[in-house]
């Protein structure tokens, strides 16, 4: 039994790991991300513009993106520290929720085992709405199993908000919200929590707080809806949506480094026997939370055909870690298990070092440019060179592919709004009255063309080509160039000239 300066010692260590944790992931990866990510830069361009929801997702990404932007300003840190802190606080989640069934240095080593996970790892600086799923999850879960244990009114008041704040995250969030639902109309003991008002309360308050961003479901026609359907690629046959299961099952083998750690760092028969099972309640609801998600999810590949991408499956892995541990016995105390910490270091410093060493030797690998590297600030320079040889007034639009209009939105000094593709649904905060009344700059992929492309000149027949932009990548690889085609958009009453 562990004694009280054995648990505040192994309390203290937890939390110095998240704090380097948070600090590494924070700090090492923008230094090799000279512009910002592809997700952030569209999330930016959303955040700008305070909606209740966008074309593609819920709003709490963007929102946050703004303000991490207005706090540390701009750059690839103001957003790559959001995905830092989501992966602490997913940490945070679960190592509380295993105290509830393990001892304190056994509940840090469940905890930091989800490092094994590529999208609790290497994925991280791409700061989107997956990431942003994780502590959503956690903190769902361990609502849940304290509401299950303790049966607290704060317990289910703290569910109701998280649920129904993860729904300005991601709809997967209702996953959770389902599996635990059904846990407790299931599981017999976790009934007779379902006497007390308390549930009903939490439920109640889930629908208030998701209240808005429903009636803008409802008032938009289901946009997000729409984008989610045509992303998932439903599978019309019988013979594709068997693909679709063995893709699934396939992108599953992405926990192999975690089942590896479990396995190397399980006890031995031995110790099974003189270290019992961890109480039955903890078991049920801990195994609950890691396969709920994931048999709906099969459901919904098998029933209603659609096709789930990898990426989607990152909260699915948020408390397989601690399952594992309930499920094979394992204690920090047993010698075994410094095998499996092991592989969970290791995995820890290979996440970060790869993903590094990644964005730094890529590009002389390949002979090509990454994302991150696209010379974002020097387009931006040359937009408002060629906006101010026009006019004295300031750019209020900008148009053009996501990250060279993003990158413009965020690095320009006249920070002016974004419309993505020009499309103008997708982007209600520059409607085409406003660009008539003030212009905009309109960007494209040149490639080797040296004109306005036939189909912005179809579109925009006022637009006047400028010039072909030919800009170094952020990298010291000889890599082929960004070339960006720059027209300008004239006002309705025409450019008011310089001097």
Known sequence: MATSQTTQHDSRLAYLCLAVLLFAWAILPPLTMPNIALDAAEGLIWGRNFELGYAKHPPLQAWLLEATHLIFGKGSFA???????????????????????????????????????YFHNYALPEFNPNVLQLPIFAFAGLFAIDAFQRGRARDWLLLGLVVGIGIYVKYSAALLALTIAAFFLADSEARRRLALPWPYAGAILALLVAAPHLYWIYE????????????????????????????????????????LALMLGRPKKADRVANPAPAPNGRRIAYWLMLGPLVLTLLAVVIAGFRIKAAWLAPLWVWTPLAGFLLFRISADQRRWRIG????????????????????????????????QFPGQALADNVDRIWASQTTQPLRVVIGPTLAAGSVAHYSRFEPLARVDDDEQANPWAPDTLIADTGAIILWDAGDAEALPPEINARRPDAIYV???????????????????VAVLPPRDGFQQPG
């Not at 690629?233 to 693909?243: C, G, M, Y």
């Not at 010039?467 to 085609?485: C, M, S």
């Open 220 to 259: 938009t026609g289901g946009q997000t809806l729409d984008y989610v359907a045509a992303r998932a690629q439903i599978a019309p046959t019988a013979v594709e949506r068997a693909e679709s299961v063995l893709e699934l099952l396939a992108n599953m083998l992405i926990g192999l480094p975690l089942l």
């Open 467 to 485: 010039e072909t932009l030919t800009l170094p990548q952020q990298t010291g690889a000889d890599t082929p160039p960004a070339r960006i085609g």
């Open 79 to 117: 957003h790559v520290w959001l995905s830092a802190l989501c992966i602490v606080l997913t940490h945070f989640a679960v190592w509380r929720a295993a105290l509830r069934f393990v001892d304190a240095k056994t509940a840090f080593w469940a905890s930091a085992a989800l490092q094994t996970i």
């Open 341 to 372: 910490a092991g592989v969970v270091v290791a995995m820890t410093v290979l996440g970060l070092g790869a993903y590094i060493g990644n964005n730094l030797a890529r590009p002389y690998i390949s002979g090509k440019a990454m994302r991150v």
